[in-house]
């Protein structure tokens, strides 16, 4: 029999983990100058380090599947148990953490607004789009219909953006990357010289009408001809040709090609900014290279996939059904925070805040920035700050898309709510305005704005009714299901309710939290009054159980007062059953056992006839 092999502390330790592995940390986010404003609180571009959570019944005794329980003080207080790790085991022999509710709740927040994610656009293109009502291209889909269709949408290079290295990079870069693929380029080159002869042989042998040839040997080509065509690209000016073939070598990423305007500036304005032709004087022929349609030449490429893994809508074009109103022509709107007005802006522009995302407000012909509505826009203070507004300055504006940019920043596109009667829909669904549906409605409030934003028009007021609370199946199944599982945990405190309802499961949102803890505290109330349709009826009984956990005024074991006689009537068996366990001091009095006849039972409709002969 092979005894059992001696396991190393550190296989021991892994064998014993439940936490086997965590993701590399990726590079801090970069910043924008080296005078750029920075903040320990302030929440970062993107998160770095992988965020982890557990289950409430662990999280109170601080199991996190770590080497070590975490501490009760510091990871109980947050109502949202999530934290990241950025050491498993440091020199202090503690577990280095902090709190990712920042990145954890911008999360949930950017899913609750539902943006289709996209790549970003130029201005023109933009404006063109939305004029034109023409969704956003997604990063999940495919386009093979196009010649450049791979370079529209490639976001990973292997070789590096250019024009964001340094001098001294760069020259790091080139000896010890480029100089040692020096024989990999020239025979790259040689199939680049050998495509371009069958090219031309195929195109002089179907001028002359002759056998159009397959193949050209790479093997006939010497490095000679590779240097003499490398020669004539650098004598004849063609850096195009020479930039493209080697960027498709070395898989460089697009650089966006340089602006001409800089020309008209002094050498000490253009600073490094120095292009100079073949005769060392600056000569526009030779600076020609031509755009790419690929998104991120001009800043770079992203750090991650162009979705960064927030979201996997493809598009916005579906249709939300309002449960009283029915279909709507447009989105639900949000509110935003103005951050900033016009009036501080550069160029005039402002920012304002969603969801924990800073975008800027949109520009162009649209409803803000039309001068019919600079009175309404000044009482939202869009245009100056207004310290008497309580909470600050608010804004309705469309959720439209959001694309990721080159230094990974999650940047939302809004539109500016064009029809009045969206935002009342709004404001009634979160209770900030008067019903506009039932007894309750405004009639005379609707009589201004005709309903644009709706497909359905509102009923008449003869066709008014008085409608409850709204709730889906999802919400009521969601509510006695928790219940029947974690009886013994809820109480009839809603608060309390909402959460533990965030400690056992994944909601996607807070309204539906709120939703299916609203009504949990709803059925546990029921369930103290009585039985409650469609719930386990052993909880029931549990519960009833519970309530007549008390002590009686009279005993049922006293046989004195709860009968006449003062004796526990008995039939012979259970006397003598009484006399074999040691109960022969209760007084008993024998009752024979009767069995109650049913009385016979006629049929329905009588007796049945005579059979015939």
Same mark, same amino acid.
């Given at each position: @029999?092979?005894?059992?092999?001696?396991?190393?502390?550190?296989?021991?330790?892994?064998?014993?983990?439940?936490?086997?592995?965590?993701?590399?940390?990726?590079?801090? +986010?970069?910043?924008?100058?080296?005078?750029?404003?920075?903040? $320990?609180?302030?929440?970062?571009?993107?998160?770095?380090?992988?965020?982890?959570?557990?289950? /409430? *019944?662990?999280?109170?005794?601080? $199991?996190?599947?770590?080497?070590?329980?975490?501490?009760?003080?510091?990871?109980?207080?947050?109502?949202?148990?999530?934290?990241?790790?950025?050491?498993?085991?440091?020199?202090?022999?503690?577990? !280095?953490?902090?709190?990712?509710? !920042?990145?954890?709740?911008?999360?949930?927040?950017?899913?609750?607004?539902?943006?289709?994610?996209?790549?970003?656009?130029?201005? =023109?293109?933009?404006?063109?789009?939305?004029?034109?009502?023409?969704?956003?291209? *997604?990063?999940?889909?495919?386009?093979?219909? /196009?010649? #450049?269709? !791979?370079?529209?949408?490639?976001?990973?290079?292997?070789?590096?953006?250019?024009? /964001?290295?340094? &001098?001294?990079?760069?020259?790091?870069?080139?000896?010890?990357?480029?100089?040692?693929?020096?024989?990999?380029?020239?025979?790259?080159?040689?199939?680049?010289?050998?495509?371009?002869?069958?090219?031309?042989?195929?195109?002089?042998?179907?001028?002359? /009408?002759?056998?159009?040839?397959?193949?050209?040997?790479?093997?006939?080509?010497? %490095?000679?001809?590779?240097?003499?065509?490398?020669?004539?690209?650098?004598?004849?000016?063609?850096?195009?040709?020479?930039?493209?073939?080697?960027?498709?070598?070395?898989?460089?990423?697009?650089?966006?090609?340089?602006?001409?305007?800089?020309?008209?500036?002094?050498?000490?304005?253009?600073?490094?900014?120095?292009?100079?032709?073949? #005769?060392?004087?600056? %000569?526009?022929?030779?600076?020609?290279?031509?755009?790419?349609?690929?998104?991120?030449?001009?800043?770079?490429?992203?750090?991650?996939?162009?979705?960064?893994?927030?979201?996997?809508?493809?598009? #916005? @074009?579906?249709?939300?059904?309002?449960?009283?109103?029915?279909?709507?022509?447009?989105?639900?709107?949000?509110?935003?925070?103005?951050?900033?007005?016009?009036?501080?802006?550069?160029?005039?522009?402002?920012?304002?805040?969603?969801?924990?995302?800073?975008?800027?407000?949109?520009?162009? %012909?649209?409803?803000?920035?039309?001068?019919?509505?600079?009175? *309404?826009?000044?009482?939202?203070?869009?245009?100056?700050?207004?310290?008497?507004?309580?909470?600050?300055?608010?804004?309705?504006?469309?959720?439209?898309?959001?694309?990721?940019?080159?230094?990974?920043?999650?940047?939302?596109?809004? =539109?500016?709510?064009?029809?009045?009667?969206?935002?009342?829909?709004? &404001?009634?669904?979160?209770?900030?305005?008067?019903?506009?549906?039932?007894?309750?409605?405004?009639?005379?409030?609707?009589?201004?704005?005709?309903?644009?934003? +709706?497909?359905?028009?509102?009923?008449?007021?003869?066709?008014?009714?008085?409608?409850?609370?709204?709730?889906?199946?999802?919400?009521?199944?969601?509510?006695?299901?928790?219940?029947?599982?974690?009886?013994?945990?809820?109480? &009839?405190?809603?608060?309390?309710?909402?959460?533990? +309802? $965030?400690?056992?499961?994944?909601?996607?949102?807070?309204?539906?939290? #709120?939703?299916?803890?609203?009504?949990?505290?709803?059925?546990?109330?029921?369930?103290?009054?009585?039985?409650?349709?469609?719930?386990?009826?052993?909880?029931?009984?549990?519960?009833?159980?519970?309530?007549?956990?008390?002590?009686?005024?009279?005993?049922?074991? %006293?046989?004195?007062?709860?009968?006449?006689?003062?004796?526990?009537?008995?039939?012979?068996?259970?006397?003598?059953?009484?006399?074999?366990?040691?109960?022969?001091?209760?007084?008993?009095?024998?009752?024979?056992?009767?069995?109650?006849?049913?009385?016979?039972?006629?049929?329905?409709?009588?007796?049945?006839?005579?059979?015939?002969?």
């Amino acid at each position: @029999m092979a005894t059992a092999r001696s396991v190393s502390p550190g296989g021991a330790l892994l064998r014993a983990s439940r936490l086997f592995s965590m993701p590399t940390p990726l590079p801090p +986010c970069k910043t924008v100058g080296a005078e750029a404003p920075r903040s $320990d609180t302030a929440t970062k571009n993107y998160p770095t380090h992988q965020a982890i959570t557990t289950l /409430g *019944s662990a999280r109170k005794v601080g $199991d996190w599947g770590l080497k070590r329980p975490l501490p009760l003080g510091k990871t109980t207080k947050s109502g949202q148990a999530i934290v990241r790790v950025k050491a498993i085991d440091s020199a202090e022999q503690i577990t !280095d953490y902090s709190s990712a509710t !920042d990145h954890g709740v911008t999360l949930q927040k950017f899913q609750e607004l539902r943006l289709p994610l996209s790549y970003p656009a130029a201005q =023109e293109d933009g404006r063109a789009r939305r004029g034109l009502n023409i969704p956003m291209r *997604s990063v999940f889909d495919e386009d093979s219909t /196009g010649r #450049n269709a !791979d370079i529209a949408t490639k976001w990973k290079f292997e070789g590096p953006w250019l024009a /964001g290295m340094s &001098l001294g990079d760069f020259n790091k870069w080139v000896e010890k990357q480029v100089k040692p693929r020096r024989i990999e380029f020239h025979a790259f080159m040689k199939e680049k010289i050998a495509t371009r002869r069958l090219e031309s042989a195929k195109k002089a042998a179907l001028e002359r /009408g002759e056998r159009i040839p397959d193949v050209v040997d790479t093997a006939s080509i010497t %490095d000679e001809q590779v240097t003499d065509y490398l020669q004539e690209l650098r004598s004849s000016g063609n850096y195009q040709e020479l930039y493209d073939t080697v960027g498709e070598f070395l898989d460089l990423a697009p650089v966006a090609p340089p602006d001409f305007a800089d020309f008209a500036l002094s050498p000490f304005q253009r600073g490094n900014q120095s292009f100079f032709g073949s #005769n060392g004087t600056t %000569d526009r022929k030779h600076l020609e290279i031509k755009a790419s349609p690929n998104p991120y030449e001009k800043y770079g490429p992203p750090p991650s996939h162009p979705s960064a893994g927030i979201s996997y809508l493809r598009t #916005n @074009m579906y249709l939300d059904n309002h449960p009283v109103y029915g279909p709507q022509a447009v989105h639900p709107p949000v509110q935003a925070r103005v951050l900033r007005p016009k009036s501080k802006g550069i160029q005039g522009t402002s920012k304002i805040g969603v969801a924990g995302f800073v975008a800027t407000n949109p520009s162009g %012909d649209t409803h803000s920035n039309l001068p019919a509505n600079q009175k *309404s826009i000044a009482k939202d203070s869009l245009l100056s700050f207004d310290p008497t507004i309580e909470g600050g300055a608010k804004l309705w504006v469309h959720p439209k898309y959001a694309f990721v940019d080159s230094f990974g920043r999650v940047r939302p596109v809004f =539109e500016d709510v064009q029809s009045e009667q969206s935002r009342l829909v709004a &404001l009634e669904s979160v209770g900030e305005a008067k019903p506009q549906f039932g007894e309750g409605r405004n009639q005379p409030q609707l009589q201004p704005f005709p309903p644009v934003g +709706c497909v359905n028009r509102l009923a008449a007021p003869h066709q008014a009714v008085k409608m409850g609370r709204v709730r889906t199946k999802t919400v009521k199944k969601s509510a006695k299901v928790i219940i029947e599982r974690y009886y013994p945990k809820l109480t &009839l405190d809603f608060e309390t309710n909402k959460r533990i +309802c $965030d400690e056992i499961a994944i909601i996607a949102s807070k309204r539906l939290r #709120n939703k299916i803890a609203g009504y949990t505290t709803h059925l546990m109330k029921r369930i103290q009054r009585g039985p409650v349709r469609g719930i386990s009826f052993k909880l029931q009984e549990e519960e009833r159980e519970r309530k007549d956990q008390y002590v009686p005024e009279i005993s049922a074991l %006293d046989f004195a007062q709860n009968s006449e006689s003062g004796q526990l009537d008995v039939d012979t068996e259970t006397k003598d059953l009484l006399k074999h366990l040691g109960f022969d001091s209760i007084p008993v009095n024998v009752v024979p056992v009767t069995q109650a006849q049913a009385p016979e039972r006629g049929r329905r409709f009588g007796d049945r006839p005579p059979r015939r002969d």
